[in-house]
């Protein structure tokens, strides 16, 4: 039954263990809020298990609207939305890369906030969430790069709704597909962070057994009745995996190194892990760092790395004084 009275009796949260401090999904949903700030919620929520309000997370017209409602209640994003067959993005999962990141810049000082700080999202998708966030947490200024036109305009619908983001958030087109860095960074660019959320799967079959197995667990048979586990092709696999992606992306750091602060991506599973440290360590980075992550029962990390020495990084951060 979906709650009708926002401002009636607190509703149960289910807390989501292992996000990080700062995460504002950390406590889990406060519905009452969500449908205070987005109504359009109302007819997905339902009782779970536990006694409190859920939705129907294999219903992507409902993760849809969730994401909607968290966006705008929480970071006071309007106008979201995505085409269809396009990844829907799990908000407090980003959030915590983003966290870690800032916590990645602040080494022992404070967190560097405001538009002095500029970050590079690859492959930033359809929902372009990482500078959604990133800029309503912390004030930073992104670039955000696809090769999707598609995804590029919808990301640029989205900008449009919301007055003074498209200032803080650049799109540019990344005209290879083939490439991840080269072509994007220019010469007279610099980012303090890359992040990074790179395509899992080695194959369009792999990727499809995946989905199936999902929607199996979800007790809706092999396919599902619609596509919560969607994505485009170059959003959920490339030939390799996600090891060749960042074994790729570690080679083209190597041509502008004094260019960015600290490169990062996100590796999936820690099967990867070693191979992408071995390229590293081969390509020369003077400081390699691998941050876990949870969410629950889901593991995940990411791998941070720098070219420029402690000194070279602490001259950086001078331009930070006075954020």
Same mark, same amino acid.
């Given at each position: 039954?979906?709650?009708?009275?926002?401002?009636?009796?607190?509703?149960?949260?289910?807390?989501?263990?292992? %996000?990080?401090?700062?995460?504002?999904?950390?406590?889990?949903?406060?519905?009452?809020? %969500?449908?205070?700030?987005?109504?359009?919620?109302?007819?997905?929520?339902?009782?779970?298990?536990?006694?409190?309000?859920?939705?129907?997370? *294999?219903?992507?017209?409902? =993760?849809? *609207?969730?994401?909607r409602a968290?966006?705008?209640?929480?970071?006071?994003?309007?106008?979201?939305?995505?085409? @269809? /067959?396009?990844?829907? @993005?799990?908000? @407090?999962?980003? &959030?915590?890369?983003?966290?870690?990141l800032a916590?990645?810049?602040?080494?022992?000082?404070?967190? @560097?906030? /405001? #538009? +002095? =700080?500029?970050?590079?999202?690859?492959?930033? $998708?359809?929902?372009?969430?990482?500078?959604?966030? $990133?800029?309503?947490?912390?004030?930073?200024?992104?670039? /955000?790069?696809?090769?999707?036109?598609?995804? %590029?305009? !919808?990301?640029?619908?989205?900008?449009?709704?919301?007055?003074?983001?498209?200032?803080?958030?650049?799109?540019?087109?990344? &005209?290879?597909?083939?490439?991840?860095?080269? /072509?994007? =960074?220019? #010469?007279?660019?610099?980012?303090?962070?890359?992040?990074?959320?790179?395509?899992?799967?080695?194959?369009?079959?792999?990727?499809?057994? *995946?989905?199936?197995?999902?929607?199996?667990?979800?007790?809706?048979?092999?396919?599902?009745?619609?596509?919560?586990?969607?994505?485009?092709?170059?959003?959920?696999?490339?030939?390799?995996?996600?090891?060749?992606?960042?074994?790729?992306?570690?080679?083209?750091?190597?041509?502008?190194?004094?260019?960015?602060?600290?490169?990062?991506?996100?590796?999936?599973? !820690?099967?990867?892990?070693?191979?992408?440290?071995?390229?590293?360590?081969?390509?020369?980075?003077?400081?390699?760092?691998?941050?876990?992550? +949870?969410?629950?029962?889901?593991?995940?990390?990411? =791998?941070?790395?720098?070219?420029?020495?402690?000194a070279a990084?602490? *001259?950086?951060?001078?331009?930070?004084?006075?954020?």
């Open positions: 039954m979906p709650l009708r009275h926002p401002n009636g009796p607190k509703a149960p949260r289910t807390a989501k263990p292992g %996000l990080h401090p700062r995460n504002r999904h950390a406590g889990g949903y406060d519905f009452p809020k %969500l449908l205070a700030a987005c109504p359009e919620l109302e007819p997905f929520v339902r009782r779970a298990p536990h006694g409190g309000p859920s939705i129907d997370f *294999a219903d992507p017209t409902a =993760v849809k *609207a969730l994401n968290l966006l705008a209640e929480a970071y006071g994003i309007r106008g979201w939305d995505i085409p @269809p /067959g396009y990844l829907c @993005p799990p908000i @407090p999962g980003r &959030a915590d890369y983003l966290h870690h916590d990645l810049l602040a080494e022992d000082g404070a967190i @560097p906030r /405001g #538009p +002095a =700080v500029r970050v590079l999202d690859i492959g930033t $998708g359809a929902s372009v969430i990482y500078p959604l966030l $990133g800029h309503r947490e912390y004030g930073w200024s992104f670039v /955000g790069s696809d090769i999707d036109e598609a995804a %590029l305009a !919808s990301a640029a619908r989205i900008l449009a709704a919301n007055p003074g983001l498209g200032e803080a958030i650049i799109l540019r087109k990344q &005209a290879n597909p083939k490439a991840i860095l080269t /072509g994007v =960074v220019g #010469p007279e660019d610099r980012f303090d962070l890359t992040l990074c959320n790179p395509p899992f799967h080695g194959s369009l079959r792999e990727a499809q057994e *995946a989905a199936q197995t999902k929607w199996r667990k979800l007790g809706r048979g092999a396919t599902g009745s619609g596509r919560n586990f969607g994505g485009q092709g170059a959003e959920l696999w490339c030939e390799g995996g996600e090891a060749s992606f960042a074994r790729r992306m570690i080679e083209e750091s190597t041509r502008i190194p004094t260019q960015v602060l600290w490169f990062t991506t996100l590796i999936s599973t !820690s099967a990867a892990l070693p191979a992408v440290q071995r390229a590293l360590r081969q390509a020369g980075a003077n400081e390699i760092r691998t941050v876990s992550m +949870a969410q629950g029962q889901k593991q995940s990390r990411f =791998v941070a790395w720098t070219f420029l020495d402690p990084r602490e *001259a950086w951060r001078t331009r930070w004084s006075g954020l």
